[in-house]
């Protein structure tokens, strides 16, 4: 069935560091790849999100890459902040109408001060 | 906040019984969403919506039902409830056309 998966669960980094997180997802129709931040005891906020006809994209310290023939697509954060920890979510999602989404398990971020 | 409102924010229970957990989208959004969270677990989709009918279905237990009404609320019931059932429930809507998802506070039920 469809399935994402989210590498690394864990992953600490010092501050002002670059952080990385890989997800890779198996329905080659998928067309939208949004990344959601969870900060603790809160809900999922949208941060990046990129779609299938779009190689990378940017936003301040973040970015997202996307590779269609390996279907995999990237979270980059440079200059990583404290305020940076949180869960990180990939998704990837089918336009057919309305959206099905399918998540990665999560990457629980730690930015050492 | 998102403009998703969800009710009630926090439910103690016991096992055995049945609860309802209410979401309002946001003005305009046809799509709802149900996802179950877990202690330090990912979002688990539970059920879509869009205008009134299911359009699509997760890992979702017989023991829980959704419904959309026409004025796009949607509630969540849950019955027989059991100790694993204890979860952050979100909702989440979804503006036609964009994909993104905006995401309710969430209801933490405890079942014990």
């Known amino acids: 069935g469809e399935n994402v998966e989210q590498h690394p669960s864990t992953l600490s980094v010092q501050e002002g560091d670059s952080a990385v997180i890989k997800c890779t997802y198996s329905?080659?129709?998928?067309?939208?790849f949004p990344w959601y931040k969870q900060e603790l005891g809160k809900r999922p906020q949208l941060i990046i999100d990129?779609?299938?006809?779009?190689g990378e994209k940017k936003d301040q310290r973040i970015a997202v890459t996307l590779n269609k023939t390996a279907k995999h697509f990237s979270l980059h954060i440079t200059e990583t902040q404290p305020e940076d920890s949180a869960v990180y979510f990939c998704?990837?999602?089918?336009?057919?109408?309305?959206?099905?989404?399918?998540f990665g398990t999560g990457t629980r971020l730690k930015v050492l001060a | 906040d998102s403009g998703v409102t969800q009710t009630p924010k926090h439910l103690i229970t016991a096992t055995g019984q049945r609860v309802t957990l209410r979401c309002s989208p946001r003005?305009?959004?046809?799509?709802v969403y149900w996802y179950q969270q877990s202690l330090d677990q990912g979002l688990q989709f539970l059920i879509q919506?869009?205008?009134?009918?299911?359009?699509a279905k997760g890992n979702i237990l017989e023991r829980f039902s959704a419904q959309q009404f026409p004025d796009l609320h949607s509630e969540l019931n849950l019955s027989s409830l059991e100790l694993g059932d204890s979860a952050l429930y979100f909702c989440?809507?979804?503006?036609?056309?964009?994909?993104?998802?905006?995401f309710g506070e969430g209801s933490r039920l405890t079942v014990l």
């Open positions: 919506y869009y205008n009134g009918e299911e359009r």
């Open positions: 998704a990837a999602s089918l336009n057919s109408g309305t959206y099905k989404y399918i």
């Open positions: 003005s305009g959004d046809l799509s």
């Open positions: 329905d080659s129709a998928s067309n939208y």
């Open positions: 989440a809507s979804s503006p036609p056309g964009t994909g993104e998802l905006f």
């Open positions: 990129i779609r299938s006809n779009v």
